[in-house]
């Protein structure tokens, strides 16, 4: 059992927008705004794709967007497209210095 | 940008040891909080250890913790991760990842990672 709780699935068709839940608690994601979200694909290396909640490295498109309430934090993909479809986990920074991971929600572009 | 590349993985008995290690290029490596993470097969991520920049400090998940020691050589730009008393949950590919900022950053950079299995 992971320590955040995102859902299994989600899936979308192209153009549309998909928001991908992370759940916490109020020792982890309520409590700081250490939450990052990451985009791994079979058999290439994780890549981050937001952090600080809402903040996007260079590169990674403004389709892609941050938010969180309380102890669920979410992720936005707006205007879907195909190279989207992948499996995307959240983290978060959380007490006692652990850093706690998502069980990950895998995207599916219809 | 910093480039990371694992290596030591390969095929363990349980109850042996092994010991990872991740080479950093540039001078980013020695000013960087660095982790291992970890992803078993058709499991999630799952956060192994982390070392402050100076190898002070060190911090490690609960299903690790008195088993793993994470270490690194500045000098060398290389990290550790020693794996002790292993057992078949510890199959897994292991990814060593640069913190940006410190403890509570983001991991910004991401080695593709080394797989560790049993036999």
């Known amino acids: 059992q992971s320590a955040l709780t995102q859902p299994p699935s989600a899936s979308g068709s192209p153009g549309q927008s998909v928001t991908l839940s992370c759940t916490g608690t109020s020792s982890d994601v309520a409590n700081y705004d250490s939450v990052s979200w990451y985009q791994l694909r079979p058999g290439k290396a994780p890549k981050l794709i937001l952090y600080e909640v809402n903040k996007r490295p260079s590169g990674v498109p403004d389709r892609f967007s941050g938010s969180k309430s309380g102890n669920t934090a979410s992720l936005t993909v707006s205007g879907l497209q195909a190279e989207d479809e992948s499996d995307y986990y959240c983290s978060s920074y959380g007490a006692n210095n652990k850093v706690l991971f998502g069980g990950g929600t895998k995207l599916t572009v219809l | 940008q910093i480039h990371l590349e694992e290596s030591g993985g390969g095929v363990v008995r349980p109850g042996r040891s092994q010991r990872l290690s991740c080479a950093a290029s540039?001078?980013?490596?020695?000013?960087?909080?660095m982790h291992w993470v970890r992803q078993a097969p058709g499991k999630g991520l799952e956060w192994v250890a982390a070392i402050s920049y100076d190898g002070g400090h060190k911090y490690y998940g609960d299903p690790v913790k008195g088993r793993f020691t994470i270490s690194r050589d500045n000098s060398k730009n290389t990290l550790f991760l020693q794996m002790n008393s292993l057992t078949v949950d510890d199959t897994a590919v292991y990814y060593c990842?640069?913190?940006?900022?410190?403890?509570?950053?983001?991991?910004?950079?991401w080695g593709q990672g080394t797989m560790v299995i049993f036999s």
């Open positions: 990842g640069r913190g940006l900022k410190d403890m509570s950053g983001p991991i910004d950079r």
């Open positions: 540039g001078s980013e490596f020695r000013r960087s909080v």
